[in-house]
């Protein structure tokens, strides 16, 4: 059952969903934003469809849930939303200012995501992890542990910025893309890590001074890959250079000033 999402903004989007009687959207921690007061909330350890029978087995796959959900950096509950009476409204936003996606996941079709990029899903929808490979892990910056999406119904996904969709078999069948830009991609999309150059003096010149580190993404294939324009470590960077001239600036430093008044201790 498809649920109706209507995206609402252009760089600071929210979801607002139309919610039906007998179906069950679920969020991660942070996510959601408000709701009509016909919309019933229940945070719980496991996601629609995983809850089972009580007792001690049902403890387990909570645990075992909510462990899945914390390696790929999402919280340790989810909120189910339901409605007791007519049509209720609920909405959803990333936790960073951006743009979402809604993906209509058909049976048998495979959706894959870097961490904090899921922000809500219907009950059809199985959220799990998948491994990248331990050496794109470690080489790529992201971790090698990515979401899973399986099932069938409505995803949304998240992520900073301004997005833009494409297919690699539109540009010669490979994407280069630094590592922070990936969003999501399709089961037809095959995601791998490769270095920036060979390891002399321009090699090492591009990945030191030339912001992109010693590795980059490559996305491979014919289907469908969503791609972020604002990378989260780019954005940490410019936020804390931000806060380090301020502070200095209102202390009455500038310039070679306020370098050292970052070891002098001044006031």
């Known amino acids: 059952m498809t649920i109706n999402v ?8 929210m979801a607002i969903v139309q919610l039906p009687p007998g ?3 679920y969020s991660e921690s942070g996510k959601f934003l408000f709701s009509s007061g016909d919309v019933v909330m229940e945070t719980k350890m496991t996601a629609p469809g995983e809850e089972g029978a009580g007792g001690v087995g049902g403890m387990l796959r909570g645990a075992m849930s909510a462990g899945r959900r914390m390696l790929t950096g999402e919280s340790l509950a989810v909120t189910h939303f339901s409605t007791k009476g007519g049509d209720g409204l609920v909405a959803f936003a990333g936790v960073i ?4 996606r809604v993906i209509e996941l058909q049976p048998g079709e495979t959706w894959f995501a870097e961490k904090d990029a899921f922000v809500a899903a219907e009950a059809g929808v199985h959220q799990s992890i998948a491994f990248s490979g331990l050496s794109q892990g470690l080489m790529g910056g992201e971790g090698f542990l990515l979401q899973k999406f399986e099932g069938t119904g409505t995803l949304l996904v998240g992520g900073s910025g301004d997005f833009i969709d494409i297919n690699p078999a539109d540009y010669g069948g490979e994407l280069v893309v630094d590592t922070g830009c990936i969003v999501a991609w399709d089961q037809n ?7 920036v150059g060979r390891l002399n003096r321009q090699g090492v010149m ?13 996305l491979r294939g014919n ?6 324009s604002v990378t989260l470590q780019g954005l940490a960077t410019a936020l804390a ?27």
């Open 23 to 25: 179906q069950v959207v």
């Open 223 to 228: 289907g469908r890959v969503i791609l972020q």
């Open 241 to 267: 250079k931000s806060a380090r001239l301020s502070g200095s600036t209102q202390n009455g430093n500038t310039g070679f000033g306020a370098i050292g008044s970052m070891f002098g201790g001044n006031e």
């Open 6 to 13: 209507q995206l609402v903004g252009t760089t600071t989007q």
């Open 189 to 195: 999309i095959t995601y791998g890590i490769k270095t």
């Open 97 to 100: 200012p951006g743009e979402m």
């Open 206 to 218: 591009n990945a030191l001074l030339g912001g992109e580190g010693f590795t980059l993404a490559t």
